[in-house]
């Protein structure tokens, strides 16, 4: 990244309008547009509540290389511009977080080689000295956490079960390279997982948490060993961080989640929360740990509770996150949302320890809640968007970030009056030159004769009629709601000319428990029904969606689905965009890695499911014949991608018009910049090809 002056200002915060230049003048959203956009990451709040620190990703446009810095904003001033802070030439800064008096910034940083903590100092009218770097650690840091009192600070990353410190070489105790007997290449295992999302794993080494006495401008130990005897990772794989790690206000100790690694690991998803003391570094589990998932450990900050999330169904990966709360001294925690049908995602305390702030998916919008701890109440606190890095303040009003479908994550203050106030504007010049588009959203009657919801988003100001891009969201327990993606972006999509239409059908998130276990051992049944009520009902609604041109699309499940609509609704979409779909049920159970979820949403291991092949698309695949786009990440270990060779292999031999695009150096998402541009590319050309009138092979 380039360097900049430590008291710059920079143009990430506008006043005003949202956006700048009239849209007369704008133009159409382009893949680099998305690609090249800021992403605004994390953000930290200062004990204060005077500063906030928060770090921006930016893209190079020309080369797609991505660094990180960081900025720091001054909340006690409306309307003040944040300033860059702690940039080093040729490095990324991120992750920050204050020290408990508001005079340090603590972050991550690669400038000396490897991920390792650094700090910098902040004067009380905002000026920042010159950063130094904090740690010099063998392996690289994955993410820290400081302790409420300042003299701790609790490190993770990925290390040897052997070694004793954080990174050991070879010839010390911890042998890094475990699954490598010699004297050749192979590994050996004798256990799953063979291998995790994106790589193959490696023997014994796990993510580990280490505290280490924190002295001012240094570490000041050598760390110990928070899992004791313990083996699994924390925080867990493959997504799992610091909100899987909670300091107790005293700093004396920790809560932690850990997925124990056995056998039975890659069927399992039992996540426990474990307590430990600094002092002795013997874990022992939290009283009322269940037999699935326990995880988003959160202590009070008057040391009388912790909060956690629970499901109940082992097995189950997206089950009902319910808020458990255990008295400190008690044996046996409450279930304080038990009556509330909504799966939280996120906890946080207010500071009066008296209710939580916790985030979940409501009919189309990823929001935040107001739980009282007294009585179990449950308030909505925002409205249209998706909301994270919550950070309630003394005075009732809260700090967080959102994105919607027009615009990616900004930081926003809400007041206690429910007032909202935008704090930053960092696409603001660049959205100012794009398009708005539109977006309307509408329910019908689905499956069942149950109330389903979907989206039309479109170009502003368009005229005459819009060809379709009906796009099916992945998981299948997700939804294609009102959020910004850097993958599958509804605007760029529809500033291609399209009108695009999204379907929560049964199975997606936000509606309830109920709806959303409905799709299990049903993946092609009601999924397919809604899918196919709602693509008419959009077009009742919106005259201006010409259904005669249009093409689906889908990843995960939703390339699933278009395998599915290939063989069972072959005659309503001019051509198909299939990422990383599943071809073959039976195929797919012996090759995915976290064997939890294809069991639970099919019924049992394959060899003992009642109807194996009921859903399975390659027994349909005599009725292809729709022009399809086959595409894939060589990484990919959840759906390998020979589940996209072996239908553009079919689609080929059967003379069906068809193009395979792999990426050799990418997982189940797309996330390089040029990879990206190369994909949208890839994929609006095929949607041109296909949807233009007189179309032809």
């Given at each position: ?37 800021k ?18 990703t ?81 392996a ?12 701790r ?12 410190t ?126 699935a ?20 169904r ?81 005075d ?89 993606s ?37 993946w ?18 919106d ?68 109807d194996?092949?009921k859903w ?19 990484k ?62």
């Amino acid at each position: 990244m380039k360097n900049l002056s430590k008291t710059s200002t920079v143009a990430l915060v506008l006043t005003g309008a949202l956006f700048s230049t009239s849209i007369a003048s704008a133009r159409p959203m382009t893949a680099q547009d998305l690609a090249t956009l800021k992403r605004l990451g994390s953000v930290a709040v200062s004990s204060d509540e005077k500063w906030a620190a928060f770090d921006v990703t930016q893209t190079d446009p020309d080369s797609y290389k991505r660094s990180t810095g960081l900025y720091l904003l001054n909340l006690s001033k409306p309307n003040a511009p944040p300033l860059r802070i702690a940039d080093k030439p040729d490095s990324s800064e991120h992750s920050p977080s204050f020290s408990i008096d508001g005079t340090k910034l603590y972050y991550l940083s690669d400038s000396s080689g490897s991920e390792q903590l650094w700090q910098t100092k902040i004067a009380k009218e905002g000026s920042v000295g010159e950063a130094s770097q904090v740690s010099d650690l063998k392996a690289d840091i994955a993410g820290f956490k400081l302790s409420p009192n300042g003299d701790r600070v609790a490190i993770w990353g990925d290390i040897s079960k052997d070694c004793p410190t954080f990174g050991c070489d070879k010839e010390e105790e911890g042998n890094s390279n475990q699954s490598l007997p010699g004297p050749g290449t192979g590994r050996e295992y004798d256990a799953l997982f063979v291998r995790h999302w994106s790589s193959w794993e490696t023997s014994g080494i796990y993510s580990r948490i280490f505290s280490f006495d924190l002295n001012g401008d240094k570490l000041s130990d050598n760390g110990k060993p928070l899992d004791g005897d313990l083996i699994g990772d924390s925080p867990s794989k493959p997504f799992g961080g610091g909100e899987e790690i909670s300091w107790s206000p005293s700093g004396t100790g920790l809560a932690f989640v850990l997925r124990k690694a056995d056998r039975n690991e890659p069927k399992s998803t039992d996540t426990d929360i474990y307590g430990v003391s600094v002092a002795t570094g013997a874990p022992s589990p939290m009283p009322g740990n269940g037999k699935a998932t326990d995880t988003l450990p959160a202590f009070s900050p008057d040391d009388r509770w912790l909060a956690w999330a629970a499901m109940e169904r082992p097995g189950y990966e997206s089950d009902r996150k319910v808020v458990k709360l255990l008295r400190r001294g008690d044996e046996e925690p409450k279930v304080i949302t038990g009556d509330w049908d909504r799966s939280v995602s996120s906890i946080t305390w207010t500071p009066d320890s008296k209710a939580l702030i916790v985030t979940a998916s409501e009919i189309l919008d990823y929001a935040a809640f107001r739980v009282d701890i007294a009585d179990g109440n449950v308030t909505r606190l925002t409205k249209n968007g998706s909301v994270g890095n919550i950070t309630p303040l003394q005075d009732g009003s809260m700090i967080f970030t959102k994105k919607s479908l027009h615009a990616p994550n900004d930081i926003y203050r809400r007041a206690v009056n429910g007032t909202v106030t935008q704090l930053t504007n960092v696409n603001g010049d660049a959205l100012a030159e794009i398009d708005e588009v539109t977006v309307e959203r509408f329910n019908f009657k689905g499956a069942k004769g149950d109330q389903v919801w979907g989206q039309i988003i479109k170009p502003a100001g368009a005229q005459g009629k819009l060809p379709m891009a009906f796009l099916v969201h992945g998981g299948p327990q997700g939804s294609f709601g009102d959020s910004w993606s850097t993958r599958w972006n509804p605007k760029v999509m529809a500033a291609q000319g399209y009108a695009v239409v999204t379907i929560d059908f049964h199975g997606s998130a936000g509606y309830g428990q109920e709806f959303m276990d409905s799709i299990n051992q049903d993946w092609g049944g009601k999924p397919l029904e809604d899918l196919k009520l709602g693509h008419a009902a959009a077009l009742k609604l919106d005259r201006q969606i010409d259904g005669t041109r249009s093409c689906a699309l889908g990843a995960s499940y939703g390339g699933y689905m278009m395998n599915w609509i290939a063989g069972q609704w072959p005659d309503q979409f001019d051509c198909i965009i299939n990422h990383a779909g599943i071809f073959d049920l039976r195929s797919f159970a012996f090759s995915t890695e976290e064997l939890w979820f294809d069991q639970w949403d099919h019924g049992g291991p394959w060899w003992e499911r009642v109807d194996p092949e009921k859903w399975n698309p390659i027994q349909h695949i005599d009725k292809w014949k729709t022009p399809t786009l086959f595409i894939h990440g060589e990484k990919d270990f959840r759906i390998p991608y020979t589940q996209s060779l072996m239908p553009f292999t079919y689609a080929q031999e059967r003379n069906i018009p068809s193009k395979l695009l792999i990426f050799p150096d990418e997982n189940h998402w797309i996330l390089k910049g040029k990879n990206s541009v190369q994909w949208h590319d890839t994929v609006f050309d095929w949607m041109g090809r296909w949807t233009e009138k007189g179309k032809t092979e």
